[in-house]
């Protein structure tokens, strides 16, 4: 994968396969400590014990739909291309991932079009409430469908195009009122 943004979607995917209702997506770009860290935190079933140690291998899946399992085993292996880390953490209810980069590695991928990464998971789940932080040095960006759930009660469906379209323009606007912006790089 080219893109964080798409690691990012494979790994949320996981979560919502795995019946999560919330999901909760971190990004801190750390440029002091050269870091750059995604968390990804759900509520879903979790991985089980005895299969926690092998997520990570790409031959080995739960699926029933094809024998290998990559998104996990390239979010790994990215890690240690970038110097950084990987982990995996099963929760009480759920499971949470860490994945952090060394900022300034040359094999880093560019974060590229997070917005659009947030709205396909949303578009695509959208029973599913999704929390997104982003920090840089200097400021910090959230953003929750809680909130817009909230204000539309349950008749509307968050995919609904005319609420895709107001998501995209709060997450634009939010993003590119980052100091320095939401870095590409």
Request: charged content about 25%.
């Amino acid at each position: 994968m080219n893109e964080i943004s798409l690691y990012i979607l494979d790994l949320v995917q996981n979560s919502i396969e795995a019946g999560a209702s919330l999901v909760k997506i971190e990004i801190v770009e750390d440029l002091k400590e050269d870091l750059f860290t995604i968390t990804i935190e759900d509520n879903g079933r979790g991985i089980p014990k005895d299969v926690i140690d092998k997520v990570t291998d790409p031959f080995y899946t739960t699926r029933k739909t094809r024998k290998v399992g990559l998104g996990l085993s390239l979010a790994k292996q990215l890690a240690m291309d970038c110097e950084g880390s990987f982990d995996i953490e099963r929760l009480e209810r759920g499971t949470k991932i860490v994945l952090k980069l060394k900022h300034s590695h040359i094999d880093r991928p560019p974060l590229r079009n997070i917005a659009e990464t947030l709205l396909a998971l949303i578009s695509g789940a959208p029973n599913v409430d999704f929390t997104f932080c982003y920090r840089n040095n200097q400021s910090e960006f959230t953003f929750d469908t809680k909130s817009i759930r909230e204000i539309l009660g349950n008749n509307v469906p968050l995919n609904t195009l005319s609420v895709l379209d107001f998501i995209r323009g709060q997450l634009e606007r939010g993003l590119s009122n980052l100091t320095g912006g939401a870095n590409n790089k």
